[in-house]
Structures are given as C-alpha cells and as structure tokens.
C-alpha cells in the first residue's frame, strides 16, 4: 500500500511540476507584439517579386536574321541560310550562370516568322533547314540546357509575322498564333515569362489580335508564368530599348490606359502611376551590342555604359533585360563573355562590401513600443531587402527619416541605395539625402531599389540622413546601403539620355 502511495505522490509532483513549467513558460510569451502595417493597394504577386528580385535576365536574339545580317526579317528568307555548325546552348546558359543570370529568354520566332522549333502548323522553320538535316529543336535544345544548370527560361514568341500568309486574315492568323502558343507553352515544361512584342511596321497588314485569349490561353497552361507585353498583364514594357526608365518610376499604372503597340505611351510606361490601380512594374530590354542580332562588325558595349544603364534600370526600380545575341556559329562570342565577365565582378566588387553594416542606424522614431525589433532601424541593414524594414510611427508620417552614423573613422563612398518593402506596396513619392548636414539629393521613387551615384570621386563623411518627405501611405525601407563604385567613368551621351 505505501509503494502505491509513493508512486501517486511521485505523479502528482510529476504533473504539478509539468503544469507549473506551462505556466511559466506561457508568462514569458508575448501576446501584445504590435503589427505590421496595413498594406496600400496595389500588391505585386509571388511571381512578380520573384521576378523583381533577379535584377538581371538575359534575351538570346537568334534566328535567320543572324545570317543574313539583319535586324527585321523581310518573311522572304530561306530557311536555308539557317546552319549554325557549331550550335551550343549549353554554352550559352554557362555565360548567363557565371553573369549571376537565373532567367535567360529565347526569341523562338521574330518578326520574319521562322520558328526555332519544328512546328507542325508551319514549314518554315528548323524543318526545312540544313541544321541536323532538319531534325534539330534549337527551342528544346535551350531548354534542356537551361534545365540542367538550374536557370529558368522565356520565350519570345512575335505576334508580327511577315512570312506566313495567315497575317491579316484576322481569324486565320489568331488561331495559327494560339496554336504555336500552345506548342510552345505545352512542350517544353516550365515557362518563367512569355514575351509579346507590340512592334509592327508601318506597311504591315492592319489585324486585331486576340490578346485577351492569348493571356487567357498563357494562363491556363502555365499557371505562374509572368506575362510580358506593353501593357502586360505581369510586366510592362519601360517605353524605350535604351536600358533606361524614368527618373519616377512606379511599379504601379493604369492598364486601361494602355494599348498594345500604340504610340504615345512611352512615356506613361516609362514613370508608371502614383494613382495605378495595377501591379505592372517595367523590364528594361536593351542589348549589349548596337543591335539585337549578332553582326559581325559590332561589340560589345564597353563596361561603363553597362554600368549606366544598370543604375538607370535596376537603380530606378526596374529588371534589366540585357541581349546578348548568339554568333552565326551558334556561339555566344568572346568579346561579349569579357564585357559580361568585368560586368558580374564589378556589381560583385561594388555590392559586396555596404559601409551601413558597421554603422549606428537612429531615425526619427520606430514603429511600437521601441523593445522589439520587428520595425527597428537596424533591419535596413540584415539580409532581407522585403520583409524585414524600418517603420516609423502613424504619427511621425510627415517627414521621418533614419540616419547612418560612422562611430569612428569617415567613410568613403560614392553610391547610396535605397529598398522599400514592396511587398506591402510603393509608398515613397519623394526622397531627400543629407551628408554631414547637407543636403546632395533630391529624389522621387524608390520602389524595389534605389541606387544615387554621387560621381566617381564621391564623398567622405560620417553621418548619412535619408528623410522622406512624401508618401502615398507610411514609408516602410527595407535596406539601406553606402557603396563604393572605382569602375563607373560615365559616358556623357547617355547621362543626356538618362535625363531625357
């Protein structure tokens, strides 16, 4: 009878020890955090941030066109002139993984209308070419190639096409069309962005395309894709092919101001639409050579200009979409890997070393009760540039501001960059920067990232105020950064670009 008791006992101190360690444990809990902020309409989908977040993606413009040194196939050429002997895709996603590209896009059809895969609605493709005696699928070739290094692909796929006989039929050519999308879409796995390109010439049959039930057909097959077009519905077109978006430059517009292939609405694309009702946000398209196809009498741009539009695209909140054309070999050639190579290692260099890290972050008050950390200060400096971020109180709305203070030594710099949390939309609408008291910067947008070159001799100070002085809603800033740039030497005709 007492082993029985002593057993109960030791039970029951078991238990109230157990209960005792619950109730402990639950008091150390906190149930009053105070919460994030209520996002501002419009938001961008998991697709669209992942996409934002490359920075950099690369086009592969390859057909006909690369033989017979053109820019715009006339629809007349013969696919015979289509042999590249020394065809290597894997080759060319080697060049885009050591350029830091995780998305590379291939024109499977431009505006000549030769299809780079062996479609069944249409002869005029690798079919009926020399290459592989005409069993070769450059289109599954680059997908098999992209698959392997782990890069996500898009294809281009013109809705202008100046070689089949269907264009201006409108019916006729709508369902060729829908049928090579769906080949297209149906056959090589895995699509991250399908490209509509609005342009057409002037002498072109006048036709109506169904782009509603191409998006609707895109959609349906391939259910995260991104829809790329001027006027989307995923991505916009930025307005230009110089590799520059506005100043302003918002992820947000109306779609229903915009038309596919119109004229007059570069310039709304190019700065977007602090009233926007749509998540729309611009690709800057732009090759590294003059033209978008391989000549053989051009190069590659030097590594400056691919600086500039690098600020003046990813820098103004925009995904740079850089062309790198394929030789006539069917090789990417050796002077456009070096430029890319000193491209990848000077973003490296620049990017690899952000002076805030070692600093004292302070600002004018902090979202809370200032003893957690969810909206601290010094989250502008951790490693997630969306969901962590500085948040000032509702009531420090008008001009908040956080400030970079060096504890000791003066720091050397040149650029200063700037993320919103963009998941929780676009707020800033205008910015200023003070350096020791004084003020260097007057900007506008930030979006997902900012970037102020400040020239190539820079600044030495200590103290780096960011103030905002306009919102559509609270300012929420994920990074902040104070970067040195020794490569930039600017070219001063795209500076007169940049500005235009």
Request: aromatic share 12%.
């Amino acid at each position: 009878m007492a082993k029985v008791w002593i057993q109960l006992l030791i039970t029951l101190n078991i238990i109230h020890s157990f209960s005792n360690a619950k109730l402990i444990k639950t008091k150390q809990l906190s149930y009053d955090a105070t919460p994030p902020p209520l996002p501002i309409l419009p938001l961008p989908t998991y697709s669209q941030l992942k996409w934002q977040q490359r920075e950099i993606i690369m086009f592969f413009h390859f057909g006909v066109n690369t033989f017979t040194n053109s820019e715009w196939g006339t629809g007349l050429e013969t696919p015979s002139v289509f042999n590249p002997t020394g065809l290597n895709t894997s080759q060319w996603i080697d060049v885009a993984v050591q350029a830091g590209i995780s998305l590379t896009i291939l024109t499977a059809k431009h505006h000549d209308g030769f299809c780079l895969w062996p479609s069944k609605y249409t002869d005029h493709s690798v079919i009926s070419s020399p290459w592989k005696d005409g069993h070769g699928d450059v289109v599954q070739e680059f997908v098999t190639s992209a698959k392997a290094r782990g890069v996500d692909v898009g294809l281009y796929l013109s809705p202008w096409d100046r070689h089949d006989g269907r264009y201006g039929h409108e019916k006729e050519y709508n369902e060729y069309y829908l049928a090579q999308l769906q080949e297209l879409l149906k056959r090589y796995g895995n699509v991250s962005e399908i490209w509509f390109d609005g342009a057409k010439g002037t002498n072109a049959p006048n036709m109506s395309y169904y782009f509603l039930d191409w998006f609707a057909m895109v959609k349906e097959l391939q259910g995260s894709i991104n829809i790329f077009s001027d006027a989307g519905p995923d991505i916009r077109w930025v307005g230009n092919e110089k590799g520059f978006a506005g100043d302003t430059c918002w992820s947000i517009i109306n779609r229903t101001s915009l038309s596919i292939g119109s004229s007059g609405i570069e310039g709304y694309l190019n700065t977007g639409d602090p009233q926007g009702t749509d998540w729309l946000p611009p690709e800057c398209d732009v090759s590294i050579r003059p033209g978008w196809f391989w000549h053989n009498n051009e190069t590659a741009k030097p590594l400056s200009e691919l600086l500039q539009i690098y600020y003046n695209s990813v820098g103004r909140n925009c995904v740079l979409l850089l062309n790198v054309p394929p030789n006539s070999t069917g090789l990417i050639s050796e002077i456009d890997i070096q430029r890319l190579t000193e491209f990848r290692t000077a973003l490296n260099k620049i990017f690899s070393h952000n002076l805030a890290h070692d600093c004292l972050l302070e600002a004018s008050s902090q979202r809370g009760d200032n003893t957690g950390n969810d909206f601290e200060p010094r989250n502008v400096v951790d490693d997630d540039p969306l969901w962590t971020y500085w948040a000032p109180t509702e009531a420090d709305s008008k001009n908040p501001w956080i400030e970079i203070i060096s504890p000791n030594e003066t720091l050397k710099f040149n650029v200063i960059m700037i993320q919103e949390a963009i998941g929780l939309g676009q707020r800033i609408k205008q910015h200023e920067i003070y350096i020791d008291g004084k003020k260097v910067v007057s900007g506008t947008t930030v979006g997902y990232k900012r970037l102020h070159w400040l020239g190539q001799d820079g600044v030495a100070a200590k103290r780096v105020r960011i103030q905002i002085t306009e919102s559509r809603d609270l300012p929420l800033i994920s990074s902040v950064g104070l970067l040195y740039d020794p490569y930039l030497h600017p070219v001063e005709e795209l500076v007169q670009r940049s500005k235009s």
